[in-house]
């Protein structure tokens, strides 16, 4: 009332120059805010990263030399994949790393399914993953072995729905313990080479034949990996579960969102499946930038980079190629500039997310999953 008053007895003039300064004072706050809501260049190296999906399969410090420089944090992942090293001796690069760089690195463990058919299969991988756990690992992984490999006595394929892993995932998620999986391909696997949308898909698959699955009607379907996985977390709702790849849905953000909807502890990474993004932004911006908006808080930055024991690779390369590839990924999720890549045809532009969202893809969200992330 006081106020008011004040405000009326003000003369015409001291009015002008009240409502003036009011315009000026809300104007330098809204200028404040805008420059606080995004990142530039240099937040970069100034924000606390994390990389979600990398495989460090070595001893050499290169990788993780730069990982500090780039202020990342590395989630390094044991895969029962035909890389040249066992699990075990995956572990032990791990552990090494662990070691070597114990602010920077953290790892998940993984189990092979040999063995599936003998009697004590469950007994000694339960056994494997405690004395993972105990070394440090954080989590686990499964890979697309597991649906796209490896066969039961029958000689029929086995799936992550086999109630052979129940107890594994039941105890995984009475303790809390994140499952990173990579079940499937991407869609475009199963697609004819002139259909696939991303030129990376379309080279690899011309080169592997044996792994292009259009080519191989025989094997379990794209529609079959992605309703097994589904089914596992019906029966394990409480398993906290990182569906890496941007879980096997990278060609459609609206696919992600009808998961996201339906599985609440579940997340994505999105290792090596940008250019998935980048193509969808490239059809409908404001599609993308509005689907990360609404699930900031379910996406989580990755990229499948690393190194490997025996890479011939100069180190002063890897760390050119893995800087770019983080810059580059920057660039997309933080400004709003045009870009190029030689996976996408013709230009698209970043997604210039809101910081809040940035923070949350790049640690925040990791962080939740992984509360080991927030002690480093
Ligand atoms: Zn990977």
Known sequence: ???????LY???GGRFVLIVLLIVVSACASN?????????????????????????????PAFMELAVK???RILTINTDAPVGVTIEEQQDFANFQQEAFPDNLRYLTSFSVKGWNEDDWLEKTMDYLDESFKKGAIGVKVWKNIGMVEKDKDDKFIMIDDPKFDPIFDYLAQKSIPVCGHLGEPKNCWLPLDEMTVNNDKTYFKDHPEYHMFLHPEYPSYEEQIAAR?????KHPNLKFIGAHLGSLEWSV????????KYPNASVDMAARMCHLEVQAQANWQKVRDFFVKYQDRIIYGTDQGDYEGSEED???????TDEQWKSDWKFLTTGEPMLSWKVNGEFKGIK??????????????????????KI
């Open 10 to 12: 003000l003369s015409k």
């Open 353 to 374: 997310l809101p910081r809040e969202v940035v923070e949350k893809i790049y640690h925040k969200n990791a962080e939740k999953v992984f509360p080991e992330f927030k």
């Open 32 to 60: 404040k805010n805008t420059k606080e809501e995004f990142c530039s260049n240099a937040d970069f190296v100034k924000m606390k990263k994390i990389d979600i999906h990398c495989h460090i399969n070595t001893k050499r």
């Open 1 to 7: 009332m006081k106020n008011k008053s004040n405000y």
């Open 70 to 72: 780039d202020n990342f």
């Open 254 to 261: 609206d696919e992600l969102a009808k998961f996201f909807d």
């Open 315 to 321: 180190p002063v390369k890897l760390k050119e190629k």
């Open 230 to 234: 589904n089914r596992m977390l019906d």
